[in-house]
């Protein structure tokens, strides 16, 4: 049984571009979250999908989104980057919205310059 | 609000002893659930092991155990006969069960480096 998969797995932009992240959850889970990871910051919750539908948000700009398609693939998006952005971007799948587990992917390290 | 505290930033322990990680943590919620997950240099988080607020036992998985101390507010994590590919940082972060956006709330983690 396949687990997680982001890609790409590593990313350099330049600032004030745009990226899109994506994860694959694993087969049959229907709920995706998304972390940021900085060395600053820790681990920050960004947002939360179930049925295509965003379920939760923390407490990031405007500049994260994100969406799910009807196959349970997660994209996130950030858009105008910045240096602060670059970060390990972590997305977790859980089988369902209220499932307490949650397993992660390896990451896509982004890299702002 | 949630919130997760690992006090030890880093630890050393001999290869085949047990080593104790702390985790203590503060929420409203009245249903929830505590999670470690490791993270080795490859950046990915495993899953290690999980705690229900109203399981009456202690979880075990292997060699990890959570001592839960729901009064105490702790649920700390025990690795026993530590190994060597047991060198990452470990994690402990909580769920609400109940509460709409069930979120993962993280500690800010603990290095841990075994010793041969």
């Known amino acids: 049984k396949a687990g997680v998969t982001q890609t790409p797995r590593y990313l350099i932009k330049t600032r004030g571009q745009q990226v899109t992240l994506s994860c694959s959850p694993i087969?049959?889970?229907?709920?995706v979250s998304w972390y940021q990871q900085t060395p600053g910051q820790g681990l920050q919750f960004l947002f939360e999908?179930?049925?295509?539908?965003?379920?939760n948000k923390g407490n990031f700009p405007g500049r994260f989104s994100g969406r799910q398609f009807s196959n349970s693939r997660s994209e996130m998006n950030v858009s105008t980057l910045e240096l602060g952005d670059s970060a390990l971007y972590l997305c977790?799948?859980?089988?369902?919205?209220?499932?307490?587990?949650?397993?992660f992917g390896q990451g896509t390290r982004l890299t702002v310059v | 609000a949630q919130k997760i505290t690992q006090t030890q930033p880093g630890m050393f322990v001999q290869e085949k002893e047990a080593v104790t990680l702390d985790c203590t943590y503060d929420?409203?919620?009245?249903?929830?659930?505590l999670f470690w997950y490791k993270q080795p240099s490859s950046g990915e988080m495993i899953f290690l092991i999980y705690?229900?607020?109203?399981?009456?036992q202690n979880a075990t998985e292997g060699r990890y155990s959570l001592n839960f101390q729901k009064a105490r507010k702790s649920a700390n994590l025990v690795i026993s006969a530590s190994q060597l590919g047991d060198s990452a940082m470990y994690f402990c972060a909580m769920r609400g069960l109940q509460a709409a956006g069930n979120k993962l709330t993280f500690g800010g983690g603990t290095r841990v480096l075994v010793k041969p």
């Open positions: 977790a799948s859980s089988l369902e919205y209220l499932d307490p587990e949650a397993f």
């Open positions: 705690q229900g607020s109203y399981d009456e």
């Open positions: 087969s049959g889970h229907r709920s």
């Open positions: 999908y179930f049925s295509e539908t965003q379920r």
């Open positions: 929420t409203s919620d009245q249903s929830y659930g």
